[in-house]
């Protein structure tokens, strides 16, 4: 039975370019196109995928929100999330939301294939180099401080470092100043910071932010 597969990114060029890897690599399949979370979210009501590929960067919408919203309509769901972002920033966090797998829009074509048939037939899939990262912090114990933040909090923590206002950042993120002023606070507490430049700076150093 040909595969159904749905793929979210807001770049039309990503989503036919893994068309084209998985036509040739793993045969004809029946292809979805997602270039918005609503899009996509409304297509997850509408069909049962067989394999969600989701960019995590998507305009508007928190990409691990959108995670999560789709693991809450159809828990079973395998969603493999391909990112321009390294895996030191999202892996974990995106795994943890309900991912099956986490993989890096600079992979190979044979690393792609590779995810896209663990994840399909109900594996997990996750690079040799993260899962050796997974396995010395289960044994070490040790967490990054931006680690130690909330799914939300490093959302803000990105949108400080990127120059934004707390004004502009509630509006981005619709809700009120005083709201994100508390999760202002409560990252600087948890890092041990006291300014943005800090912050800043902490994320440049760390690739949180381009």
């Known amino acids: 039975m040909m595969k159904r597969i749905l793929l979210v990114d807001d770049h039309e060029v990503v989503r036919d370019g893994v068309k084209r890897i998985v036509d040739k690599q793993l045969g004809p399949a029946n ?7 609503a899009e996509a979210l409304a297509l997850v009501r509408e069909k049962d995928w067989d394999l969600v590929v989701l960019d995590i960067s998507l305009a508007g919408r928190d990409g691990l929100e959108v995670l999560k919203e789709m693991k ?16 030191d ?21 044979a690393e792609l294939t590779k995810a896209v048939t663990s994840v399909i037939r109900g594996g997990v899939y996750v ?30 923590l990105r949108l400080l470092a990127s120059g934004n206002t707390v004004s502009e950042i509630a509006d981005k993120l ?12 409560r990252i600087l507490a948890k ?20």
């Open 174 to 185: 619709v809700l009120s100043v005083g709201t994100i002023s508390t999760h202002r606070a």
């Open 127 to 156: 690079s040799n180099g993260l899962a050796e990262k997974l396995v010395v912090n289960l044994r070490d114990g040790d967490r990054l401080p931006h680690e130690t933040l909330s799914d939300r909090e490093l959302e803000v």
């Open 89 to 109: 920033l999202f892996a974990r966090r995106a795994l943890k939301a309900g991912a099956a797998g986490y993989i890096t829009k600079n992979s190979s074509r």
């Open 31 to 37: 292809f979805g196109d997602a270039g918005s979370a």
């Open 191 to 210: 890092m041990r910071m006291k300014t943005n430049a800090e912050l800043t700076y902490y994320a440049i150093q760390n690739r949180l932010v381009e």
């Open 72 to 87: 809450n309509i159809r828990p079973h769901l395998p969603v493999l999330v391909l990112s321009m972002h390294s895996e």
